[in-house]
């Protein structure tokens, strides 16, 4: 019995991306704790005209049919800003990536990536790393521990089996990325308190509120502060001025004030730690959608969401300091503030701190020190597009 042919397609209209989304939607509802995102979010993400990334990038989405149907979905992109990056810290010349990747089984795994790798191989990329879908600070890497529990706010989840599809294609691990549940509601270890009430006898030390009065002038200082201390990490691509707009805008309406801390030495900001209510758990109770009645339990759910996850999806401390004992402190003081505030303000009993590269050795120690523990990992591949002779 022959088996129709695979057939693989760009996706270029409007019709044509909003079957992507729906095709990636449809192969994650197929997994027990997936979350159904807000469809309009995952719309925009995709379009040219809404995603500031495709203002560097050169992006092509391509879906799979098979006997007419649609059987799985591949992006494969070219970040500009990233190609000029120092290779040795993951990206660099050459670098194109792929992402949103789903298939219905390994044959149309493996037609998906390869064409992905044509199209990178024609823009004379030399090397792929991925999935990424499609900037690094979105949903990077492919999960392959963790599925036994839903994921939290602005996370990936994948099933098992595209691990090894991947790998049988000749992919190689090039960084795994870790996330750590961190039991909130109960106290923090003996060092840890002893090294953040010395801090707050520290009067050089100032830990603050985020204002959302200034918002984008909050914004600025957090990004000028993230693009310092990640600068040397491995797959660090700088943000863009139109990407701070655009993150800040679409993060304003889940920043509460009292979750969300910057560190000031001697008057000026040198850290800060962001923290951000699970609206996932929300998204499961409506289904993803707004309409009928979505919309209000949102709004709700908006002025004072109570009793759900934390994620902390970025912290940071500027690079002058770090490694020094003042560092670690401000991480613990930070940390202490939004979680005694997320237990006793929110009713929260849990938190998630990732992604963190599993050779951040500074920041697992912290981890460690919290006792927190890994409860998810990413995978980010790589493979060589250069043809043997």
Request: hydrophobic share 45%; glycine share 6%.
């Amino acid at each position: 019995m022959t088996h129709p042919e695979i057939v693989i397609t760009p996706v270029r209209s409007k019709r044509e991306r909003a079957s992507f989304v729906d095709l990636g939607r449809a192969f994650s509802a197929r997994e027990e704790h997936w979350v159904p995102q807000l469809r309009s979010e995952q719309l925009e993400l995709v379009n040219p005209k809404k995603n500031p990334f495709f203002q560097h990038a050169t992006v092509a989405l391509f879906m799979a049919h098979r006997g007419g149907k649609a059987m799985g979905r591949i992006a494969a992109h070219v970040d500009h800003v990233a190609l000029e990056l120092p290779p040795e810290q993951g990206m660099g010349p050459g670098t194109g990536m792929f992402g949103y990747f789903d298939a219905e089984d390994e044959d149309v795994a493996a037609a998906l990536l390869k064409r992905a790798e044509e199209w990178l191989r024609e823009r004379s990329m030399t090397r792929v790393l991925g999935p990424i879908s499609l900037s690094i600070w979105e949903e990077p890497g492919l999960l392959v521990r963790g599925q036994d529990h839903a994921p939290m706010i602005m996370m990936g989840h994948h099933p098992e089996h595209y691990a090894a599809w991947i790998e049988r294609r000749g992919y190689a691990e090039a960084k795994r990325l870790l996330t750590y549940d961190l039991k909130i509601d109960e106290e923090a270890p003996p060092l840890v308190r002893r090294i953040v009430q010395s801090g707050e006898r520290n009067p050089r030390i100032r830990i603050r509120e985020v204002d959302t009065s200034r918002w984008d002038e909050e914004v600025a200082t957090i990004l000028a502060i993230l693009n310092d201390a990640w600068s040397r990490n491995w797959g660090f691509v700088p943000f863009t001025p139109s990407e701070i707009a655009y993150a800040g805008k679409k993060l304003k309406p889940v920043i509460f004030e009292d979750l969300n801390m910057i560190a000031e030495v001697d008057g000026r900001p040198v850290a800060f730690m962001l923290t951000l209510p699970d609206i996932n758990d929300l998204l499961a109770r409506i289904d993803g959608k707004l309409f009928p009645f979505g919309w209000v339990r949102l709004l709700r759910w908006l002025k004072k969401p109570r009793g759900m996850g934390m994620r902390v999806p970025l912290m940071g401390v500027l690079q002058e300091l770090q490694n020094s004992r003042l560092a670690s402190q401000l991480a613990f003081m930070l940390i202490s503030r939004i979680r005694d505030n997320a237990s006793n303000v929110y009713h929260s009993k849990r938190a998630e701190i990732g992604w963190i590269l599993d050779d951040n050795k500074g920041m697992m120690a912290i981890a460690d020190a919290i006792d927190s523990k890994v409860n998810r990992e990413y995978v980010i591949y790589e493979k060589s597009l250069v043809e043997r002779e």
